[in-house]
């Protein structure tokens, strides 16, 4: 008995279940039913079983499986799978309900497929949006994937941009991918505290991943020693995972339990159970789908486009316009004149923007020259002279004050003691704001009026960056004042290449252009052909995340815009497929601490993961321009989607037309972690969260005309790719 689709085979024999290719085995499962017992001692005890039948249903395009599972303790459990064509893939819907109650205290069950063609965890590269990338080599020793020893590699699905993992054969190129088939998670029991291995009737998460377990007990006590007990089972080798209710599988500790002289490795291995209570059932649907691909990039490419077309969540109804005017009224409000310094403040607490520090950064999440920037242009255009001149003295403040001898400027001033901060000189925060400062500059001198000290703070700051660049076309990290070496890490060098092209057009000067195609150079066969997307956030450390991948996107593509290379326009495709795999696209219900926060009336979805193992922010809002970009160069429809998908639901986090209830409407929270379903925030307000609202809106709407994306399409495709070339009348 099988099941086709394209050239994979879903076959059914003496209970089990396998997938052929040409008829070569390449994954399986003898005994598919599987259930994990949380026994009276508070163990885990896995037990699974073949199907004990397997028939054709409806048009032959359906087989249903089932059976009936009972544990040593008493327990049974009825199981009826559901396997039928979908798509890409096929489809897998489970129904498990319990017969008997024995001794068991809770229950989980799993959905596998054991690898035929290795058992060895490191002939697999992975891929959970947001979380597993490869081998997790650029991740931190205690992240999840990061050691392939372990035996449960099983997360949370809230913990990834979208409920997807997959596991790619490096040799042979095959794929075997599972993901949730809908985003019908509920809210869990909120009167329940989560804890290492609890019972939880309404908790409808799964966990995805790959495990190759012993037959043994696994459960660690709360400082870490594993209570290992062998007990009667079966296990086959390495297998993809959907388990139900889900868990986070070994994770280890970041630190030692307080206290103990414990001399074992710490690790955790926290458990959700559904009670074992007679007539309790499950109901969950999984996604199963397989494929071949060349390399990694590809697998995860077309993965993601197949289940973000499945899961993506509906557009949030926002009015744009109305949108960029309140945060730029916003922005003018909170800039003000601190002795002689402009700018805004670091941190504001919500719902009152009670404000709970001063303190100014060159860029990432101060970004006041950037603030600057756009308040002049805003002021300008609309005519607002307090917005103009709030700008026009931010800008004249850093410049007046923040360059040294060796040209690289100062990061953060605290007006408060009217000196600057010894702060790293972090490559990816000096592009922040030096390029915002060359855009006021060619603002100010397109309508006329000049600002040559402006320009020769750029030119200090370029030379800096010319004459610092290593020999293999890279940047470090982070300098210090006086340009010596602060962190090693190369993996930031794209931060700086739009800046390099940019004033390269501006001076005539090959010098930046030489600098820039050699940063490009070393970016391309680092950054996008090794995956080496991280430490583009500069307050974590060293580790995979995205706005790597973001700022790698940016100097790609003002590569391309530059040359019209394909090389350029391929590192701005692979940095951009990879970057929005860190976006929710997906959304669950997630509750608040407070009862004034945007997430109370409106979805997660459009926030995106920050690090690997990190909470999740609206960064990727500053990115639909760009994404926008994208789709008319390539006509890649799919990019036209995620663009207007991230200029409409970052959104969610603001209080949007000020419906939520903040000091102004506009205001939008920093970051929060909301994989338990609960957010945890600092509750307040950052000005990078409203920079990177405004410029992608000012950037669309200089371009093409119109603060919609959904407008910009109504140009004609000849007048968009005319309006597209920005750099043809740049300067």
């Keep these: 008995m099988k099941l086709e689709n394209d050239q994979y085979t879903l076959s059914f024999t003496d209970g089990g279940v396998e997938v052929l290719k040409g008829g070569k085995p390449l994954y399986y499962n003898k005994r598919p039913m599987f259930v994990t017992v949380k026994t009276v001692f508070a163990l885990n005890e896995f037990y699974d079983k073949p199907y004990s039948d397997v028939r054709l249903s409806g048009n032959g395009n359906r087989i249903v499986a089932q059976g009936t599972l009972a544990v040593p303790a008493g327990s049974e459990f009825a199981f009826v799978d559901t396997y039928e064509t979908a798509g890409p893939g096929f489809k897998v819907t489970r129904k498990v309900k319990v017969l008997k109650a024995g001794e068991d205290l809770g229950f989980s069950t799993k959905l596998s497929f054991v690898m035929a063609e290795s058992q060895e965890p490191r002939d697999y590269n992975y891929f959970a949006p947001g979380v597993w990338y490869k081998q997790n080599e650029f991740a931190r020793d205690t992240d999840f994937g990061k050691n392939l020893d372990g035996e449960y590699f099983w997360r949370m699905e809230t913990g990834s941009a979208l409920p997807l993992f997959a596991m790619h054969h490096i040799a042979s190129g095959e794929m075997a991918a599972l993901s949730r088939w809908t985003s019908d998670v509920t809210m869990r029991s909120l009167d329940i505290k989560m804890a290492g291995n609890y019972v939880d009737p309404k908790f409808t998460i799964g966990a995805l991943g790959m495990s190759k377990p012993q037959s043994q007990t696994m459960n660690y006590l709360y400082y870490g020693f594993p209570v290992r007990k062998a007990f009667e089972s079966s296990v086959d080798g390495l297998s993809i995972d959907y388990v139900y209710p889900g868990c986070n599988g070994q994770m280890a500790a970041a630190r030692r339990y307080a206290g103990l002289d414990y001399k074992g490795e710490s690790i955790s291995f926290n458990r959700v159970n559904h009670p074992v209570e007679v007539g309790f059932e499950q109901h969950y649907s999984v996604a199963l789908q397989f494929g071949h691909y060349p390399d990694y990039q590809h697998m995860m490419r ?134 915002n400062i060359l855009d006021a500059w060619l603002y100010m001198h397109k309508k006329g009026e000049e600002k040559p000290e402006w320009l020769a703070f750029c030119r200090k700051t370029a030379d800096w960056i010319v004459n610092i660049q290593n020999d293999d076309g890279s940047f470090y990290r982070a300098y210090n004042t006086d340009s010596s070496i602060r962190m090693d890490s190369k993996a930031n060098t794209p931060s700086v290449i739009r800046f390099l092209v940019q004033f390269y057009l501006v001076t005539g000067d090959e010098r930046y252009k030489t600098a820039a195609i050699k940063a490009g150079d070393w970016s391309y066969d680092n950054a996008y052909l090794n995956l080496e997307y991280r430490g583009g956030t500069c307050d974590n450390v060293d580790v995979q995340d995205n706005e790597a991948g973001i700022y790698a996107m940016w100097g790609f593509l003002a590569l391309y815009d530059l040359t019209g290379e394909d090389k350029w326009l391929e590192g701005t495709i692979g940095a951009a497929d990879y970057t929005e795999t860190w976006t929710y696209a997906w959304t669950f219900p997630v509750t608040t601490p407070w009862p004034i926060h945007p997430f109370n009336d409106y979805s997660i979805s459009g926030q995106s993961i920050i690090t690997i193992g990190g909470g999740a922010d609206v960064y990727m809002a500053a990115c639909s321009y760009t994404y926008y970009r994208l789709y008319i160069i390539t006509g890649d429809e799919h990019y036209l989607d995620f663009a207007e998908f991230i200029h409409q639901n970052t959104r969610q986090s603001n209080d949007v037309e000020g419906r939520t209830g903040y000091a102004m409407p506009g205001l939008g929270h920093e970051a929060g972690n909301f994989i338990n379903q609960v957010l945890e925030s600092h509750y307040h307000w950052l000005p990078w969260c409203t920079y990177v609202e405004v410029d992608p809106s000012s950037r669309l709407y200089d371009t093409f005309g119109a603060y919609e994306i959904a407008d910009a399409q109504k140009l004609s495709p000849q007048e968009q790719a005319e309006r597209n070339r920005i750099y043809d009348d740049y300067i």
């Design 302 to 435: 077309e993965i993601w486009r197949s289940t973000y077309d499945r899961m993506r969540d509906k557009l949030f109804e926002v009015d744009n316009e109305r949108h960029f005017h309140d945060c730029m009224n916003m922005l003018t409000h909170y800039t003000q004149q601190y002795g002689d310094a402009y700018g805004l403040p670091f941190s504001c607490q919500f719902p009152h923007m009670d404000v709970s520090s001063v303190s100014f950064q060159f860029g990432f999440v101060g970004q006041q020259p950037g603030i600057g920037y756009q308040l002049l242009r805003y002021g300008d255009k609309e005519n607002h002279a307090e917005a103009y001149e709030k700008g026009v003295n931010i800008v004249d403040f850093w410049v007046r004050t923040a360059m040294t001898e060796s040209g690289l400027p100062q990061m953060c001033y605290h007006p408060g003691i009217g000196a600057f901060e010894p702060y790293p000189h972090y490559i990816r925060m000096l592009a922040d704001g030096i390029e």
